[in-house]
């Protein structure tokens, strides 16, 4: 029953790491797709969304499932719990990449980025594919070290975030009314990404040290401009 | 012992609708500071955030206890199950109510709105405002008519967010750089407030219809301009 229930657990957390997988494809994917105005790529990810929403509902239910059947208690029910609110921020943080092959799509073959502003978001792009691709390693292995380098990842792209507003605000007449929405939306997609995968490393770092739960220390979300 | 279980499903239930309430608050205080660049009232928001937080642990800590003491099985799990996820829309909720108030305090003296996109957000301030307190009332009595309702008030915020976009579009030359970025942020925050309200009766309609978690049922989020 031990051994079963424990199969199960490591099943929740392959389904988790391969929800990591297919955020980092997405979210390489779109940044290509707004970096080329590729529009195959983008409906690609656009149509690749779906399955991250099976994931995670296969996730939950098999979560759900064995909070009935097992009645888990400490540890092994903190990991449920947990797992339930990684799929969540996994499932959204792929909902953010689909956001941003939707603007590509809309503004096709109009290219989204003006060049003043490709290569933060160019970077934005490979921090944040590094940050998830690193989550599904401490989910894999709870390497806490690699939880650290996913905050620092993030910490950068919200300067970059800052950096992209602030080119915004000072040379706001070489823009387009049109470009400036583009560019506020994708600076915050991207930050709110970055965002999803410092919850998920701080979430497995609850589960090693024991601490709790508190929201207020997963929320990682930052005052934008 | 059930007596029990079912006081603190009560107590929970309270939290939630006590949640709701900071809620509601936190958007009609945040958009009154936004409409009268109300740097007080927009501190007040900000200052209050930190409450709803530890609302969030609360609830969130008597779920995981009562999941690990009274082992529950068919609705009463998903009853607990549900309500870590509405305290999660709800911490979400009052975060972006938090952000309209940050956009304020940042520009204040200077106004965030300029009067062409005041009634807009004027009357998506009431429609959020609305829309919670609505939730809050799905939550305490299980009125499916009621959630209904919170839909349609989602759709209009949805409407008004796009006319704000639309109007950017087209007369973009009458703004800013800095104004569009505020109102491209301001318009997707209450945008996501309307999420979170729709995603909260959606959870209430799944325990009372017996229906699935299918986060593809509670996704709510629109495509943005």
């Known amino acids: 029953m031990r051994e079963a229930f424990h ?13 990591c997988t297919q955020v980092e494809t997405a979210v390489r994917d779109a940044t290509t797709a707004l970096l080329d105005g590729d529009l195959a790529t983008a409906e690609r990810v656009i149509a690749a969304d ?15 499932d064995l909070l009935a059947r097992q009645s888990p208690v400490a540890t092994d029910l903190r990991v449920l719990v947990s797992a339930l609110r990684m799929s969540s ?14 603007i590509v799509r809309r503004r096709h073959p109009d ?53 992209v507003y602030g080119r915004l605000a000072s040379q706001g007449e070489s823009y ?4 400036i929405t583009d560019l506020t939306l994708l600076g915050r997609f991207y930050e709110r990404m970055g ?7 701080r979430r497995v770092g ?20």
């Open 7 to 19: 199969s199960d657990l490591e099943t929740i957390r392959g389904n988790l790491i391969e929800m």
């Open 50 to 64: 779906v399955h991250l929403d099976e994931l995670q509902v296969d996730i939950d239910e098999m979560a759900v």
């Open 89 to 102: 921020s996994l499932e959204r943080a792929g909902d953010l990449a689909e956001h941003v092959a939707l």
């Open 111 to 163: 290219p989204v980025l003006p060049e003043a502003d490709r290569a933060d978001f160019e970077r934005m792009g490979e921090l944040t594919v590094a940050a998830i691709h690193d989550a599904a390693a401490v989910i894999a292995e709870r390497d806490l070290e690699l939880a650290a380098q996913v905050e620092k990842r993030d910490a950068e792209i919200d300067d970059l975030m800052q950096s």
């Open 176 to 179: 387009s009314a049109a470009q």
């Open 195 to 201: 965002d999803h995968a410092v919850s998920l490393v």
């Open 206 to 225: 609850f589960l090693v040290t024991g601490s709790t739960l508190d929201p207020r220390s997963v929320a990682t979300d930052v005052e934008v401009i």
